[in-house]
């Protein structure tokens, strides 16, 4: 069935491939944003600028009071550093940012209904579950169901997330595969002049990109730091299985 479709896109990489897929597969209704007060609000641009290119409306909704109360992540609270490394490291928690898809996508949902639209799309991909409790599989299920609730006898919306179960690679596959301008898509924490390579987000589209083996032109400040935390994530699962097998043992020797 082909779905009248809002993406939420925020500009990265992943969101605007899902754009380009519902622009190819779907009929993509429109974009839709969230300004929560993020430090990189330079992805909203590229959010736009994907809308202009599909040639659909894009909507940035509002949320700074909203981000103003969910203090505690380095995406909202300056005082908070964003850390450098590999993305699935326990470093990476203090970028959740609490409660932030169900925010987002109940505004979405709304939206949808009003507009008539079948489906709003989220960009949730298999990489994000280690994390983000609201991008696994069980929230996208529960969130459906909750909204089947909300919006019962006014409008069925479905929640499309095709990458649930994908890993970033995959999404990179599909960039490729779907001809993405991938180098306007932002992905860096940071939002600095260009992509910094070295916070969890850049290393995790680097390494998607090299992965698939998709060409990729955007500029980074140390476009080869990615092996080195990828090398050093792999070093510190290793040397945690082994602790795990040695206690494990050591247990059944008892
Ligand atoms: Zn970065």
Request: net charge negative; glycine share 8%; with cysteine.
């Amino acid at each position: 069935m082909i779905m009248k479709t809002i993406v939420v896109c925020s500009g990265g990489l992943d969101s605007v491939t899902l754009a380009y897929k519902v622009a190819a597969e779907h009929n993509l209704h429109s974009l839709i944003s969230f300004d929560y007060g993020q430090r990189h609000k330079k992805e909203l641009d590229f959010a736009a600028r994907t809308a202009r290119d599909l040639g659909v409306k894009h909507h940035i909704v509002d949320l700074t009071p909203v981000g103003a109360l969910l203090t505690g992540s380095s995406l909202t609270s300056d005082d908070i550093d964003v850390p450098d490394g590999h993305y699935a490291e326990e470093t990476m928690r203090v970028t959740v940012v609490p409660n932030r898809n169900a925010i987002m996508l109940a505004v979405a949902f709304g939206a949808a209904a009003s507009a008539g639209a079948d489906a709003v799309a989220a960009a949730v991909h298999g990489g994000d579950h280690f994390i983000y409790p609201d991008c696994r599989p069980d929230f996208i299920k529960s969130f459906q169901a909750m909204q089947d609730h909300a919006l019962e006898g006014v409008r069925d919306v479905t929640l499309y997330t095709p990458f649930v179960n994908v890993s970033k690679a995959d999404i990179a596959l599909e960039a490729g595969r779907l001809g993405v301008p991938v180098d306007l898509t932002w992905s860096c924490y940071k939002g600095g002049e260009t992509h910094c390579g070295r916070c969890g987000t850049c290393v995790e589209r680097r390494e998607a990109l090299e992965l698939a083996g998709v060409k990729d032109p955007t500029v980074y400040v140390d476009r080869e730091y990615w092996k080195q935390a990828r090398a050093d994530h792999r070093a510190r699962q290793l040397a945690a299985h082994e602790t795990a097998s040695v206690s494990a043992s050591n247990n059944a020797a008892e």
